[in-house]
């Protein structure tokens, strides 16, 4: 029985040469395995940079076609009286602050920022007296209101051309 177990036996070589073959046969299917997996991987980028590259084709259209519910509807062009009212409405709130400063400081300011006006485009004029007049460009035109003028038929006149606008 010895020599029968010799025989179907394998020899040292063909052991070796076996062994050989198994390796390379992994070699092999782990060779194929990742070409495989770039493969995959270089699929996945091609699907994921066409994807970035339709939405930001997508973006830009919705850029360029400007959708109300993007970008708000458009701006109301006001006319020049209503534009007039909201200026001499400014003037007035300006004029009283420019009292109440000259009342507490006993001078004019330098300019309207100094007695708390917010509206940096309304220009102070000093008149004589201590009297003043206050500018402010309203479309086309200058309105003006002095510090001698009474104040409520301006907020009546420009509250009413308000009123007109909305109803």
Known sequence: MGANRRENEPTVRE???ALLEAAQAAVEEQKTKA???RAAVGST???FRALLLATAVAG???LLIRPPWLVGPEPVIETTVIQGASARLALVEAVVQIRAYVTKSGQLPRQPGDA???NRAISLRPLDNGE???TLKAGDALIAVRS???LQPIVISAVRALQRRTG
């Open 116 to 118: 708390g006006v917010t």
């Open 45 to 47: 980028r091609i699907g």
């Open 35 to 37: 070409t495989a997996a």
């Open 132 to 134: 003043f007049e206050l």
């Open 60 to 62: 830009a259209a919705v």
């Open 148 to 150: 001698t003028d009474s």
């Open 15 to 17: 052991s070796k040469s």
